[in-house]
């Protein structure tokens, strides 16, 4: 008599077992097989690993903000120096014109030359100035004052009785700063104290 198609007792097509029951499948799962949790072996229940992977994920998004705030911060503050110091390159090409402008009166008063002439060059003179001035652009102290490397650079140094060691005694070239940045600094002649 031909076994009926639906018994128990027969083996599954693909050569295995029959397929486990209901119970069986409870059992396995009491037992801690595939249908447990693996992660809660150690001895952490359900509601603490919950509690665990909650922290965790806070604690990167605290991390997460405090990144971003930095982002933020940073971003802002390079924008505010890129505004603060956006006449920088404008100052580095008027210099070079203000000291033609200083050579050409210096030459026009070393040969004697008055009038009209000399006066409208040291107009031109005043609205450079002006226009630095404008724009937060000043002329850096040298004269006089200790040599700052800094603010100066150096390019002689003479004995002096009149000028302190390590004081400027003679500026050759005017230096200027745009708000705290140095555009160009002094050449000056510093002294080197009274002569031995």
């Given at each position: 008599?031909?076994?009926?198609?639906f018994?128990?007792?027969?083996?599954?097509?693909?050569?295995?077992?029959?397929?486990?029951?209901?119970?069986?499948?409870?059992?396995?799962?009491?037992?801690?097989?595939?249908?447990?949790?693996?992660?809660?072996?150690?001895?952490?229940?359900?509601?603490d690993?919950?509690?665990?992977?909650?922290?965790?994920?806070?604690?990167?998004?605290?991390?997460?903000?405090?990144?971003?705030?930095?982002?933020?911060?940073?971003?802002?503050?390079?924008?505010?120096?890129?505004?603060?110091?956006?006449?920088?390159?404008?100052?580095?090409?008027?210099?070079?014109?203000?000291?033609?402008?200083?050579?050409?009166?210096?030459?026009?008063?070393?040969?004697g030359?008055?009038?009209?002439?000399?006066?409208?060059?040291?107009?031109?003179?005043?609205?450079?100035?002006?226009?630095?001035?404008q724009?937060?652009?000043?002329?850096?102290?040298?004269?006089?004052?200790?040599?700052?490397?800094?603010?100066?650079?150096?390019?002689?140094?003479?004995?002096?009785?009149?000028?302190?060691?390590?004081?400027?005694?003679?500026?050759?070239?005017a230096?200027?700063q745009?708000?705290?940045?140095?555009?160009?600094?002094?050449?000056?002649?510093?002294?080197?104290?009274?002569?031995?």
């Amino acid at each position: 008599m031909p076994s009926h198609p639906f018994r128990q007792d027969q083996p599954s097509r693909d050569g295995g077992e029959d397929n486990p029951s209901d119970a069986q499948l409870e059992g396995a799962t009491a037992d801690g097989a595939p249908g447990d949790n693996a992660g809660i072996a150690d001895g952490m229940n359900g509601g603490d690993l919950l509690e665990a992977e909650l922290a965790t994920e806070r604690d990167r998004n605290l991390r997460l903000r405090a990144e971003i705030e930095n982002l933020r911060t940073r971003s802002s503050r390079e924008l505010s120096d890129q505004i603060r110091y956006a006449a920088l390159p404008m100052a580095r090409d008027l210099l070079p014109v203000l000291d033609n402008v200083d050579r050409a009166i210096a030459a026009g008063e070393k040969a004697g030359e008055k009038g009209p002439l000399v006066d409208g060059i040291k107009m031109v003179r005043q609205q450079l100035i002006s226009a630095l001035q404008q724009q937060q652009c000043q002329e850096i102290k040298a004269l006089g004052e200790p040599f700052n490397p800094q603010f100066h650079a150096a390019i002689l140094q003479q004995p002096s009785a009149d000028v302190p060691a390590n004081h400027v005694m003679m500026v050759t070239q005017a230096g200027y700063q745009l708000h705290d940045r140095v555009v160009r600094p002094a050449q000056v002649i510093v002294s080197s104290g009274p002569a031995a």
